[in-house]
């Protein structure tokens, strides 16, 4: 019997690379009106590279960049990028397609619904509130809450204990397998793929199910329970 869902937040819940990109493109036009002599497309480039190496959390990306590119910071030019990169940033978090619908149906079918990201927590819970999905989850759990990332066992155990459910009454459903799969898989949870949110390519997720589609857990959870 499935008691609970535990949820991925970035690229499960939300299209967190497509907000990256629009945000980004924003912050660079913005700072190249205000001034930045760069190439566009190499400045875009430059600035995920500074993610990759520095984490998708970077607060500071834009110092690092003007630091990186013409050895200083402009205030003028670090203040035009940061407020378009939050004005753009708000028009384009959005949630996937039938994640409400989904957590709607999940919630009167009597599932618990959970989160477990290796985000921060503030940024965590901004990106529920923007959402306005900040009283779904119970528990959100974070790196910040754990101390450490996917795929250690802690979060999700953590999870399961709060909840206090045993593994095999809970799903996983997440975007990375690597992290969201092996971890899950290894306390005893069954997983979710949510290939919908895949950004590596993956052809084998090593899940129990893989989905196109965030509705699709419907479906699992009423073959499971017997609905």
Do not use: C
């Amino acid at each position: 019997m499935i008691k609970a869902i535990i949820f991925d937040l970035d690229n499960t819940l939300l299209d967190f690379v497509k907000m990256k990109q629009f945000a980004v493109k924003a912050a660079i036009t913005a700072m190249i009106e205000a001034g930045l002599s760069v190439d566009e497309e190499k400045a875009y480039d430059d600035i995920f590279d500074l993610y990759m190496e520095r984490g998708w959390e970077n607060q500071q990306v834009f110092d690092d960049y003007l630091n990186q590119t013409v050895g200083e910071v402009s205030n003028k030019i670090l203040a035009a990028g940061i407020v378009s990169y939050r004005r753009a940033r708000e028009a384009t978090l959005l949630v996937y397609p039938n994640v409400n619908k989904t957590l709607i149906q999940l919630i009167k079918m009597g599932i618990n619904l959970a989160v477990v990201s290796d985000a921060p927590s503030r940024e965590a819970w901004m990106r529920l509130y923007y959402l306005n999905l900040h009283h779904v989850f119970d528990p959100v759990l974070t790196f910040d809450d754990t101390g450490v990332r996917k795929p250690s066992p802690k979060p999700f155990q953590m999870a399961l204990n709060y909840l206090e459910i045993k593994p095999d009454e809970a799903l996983m459903i997440g975007d990375w397998p690597d992290r969201d799969v092996v971890g899950a898989k290894d306390i005893g949870m069954k997983t979710i793929f949510a290939r919908y949110g895949d950004t590596f390519g993956t052809v084998d997720s090593g899940a129990d199910w893989d989905i196109n589609d965030v509705y699709e857990v419907i479906g699992i959870i009423k073959g499971l329970n017997d609905v």
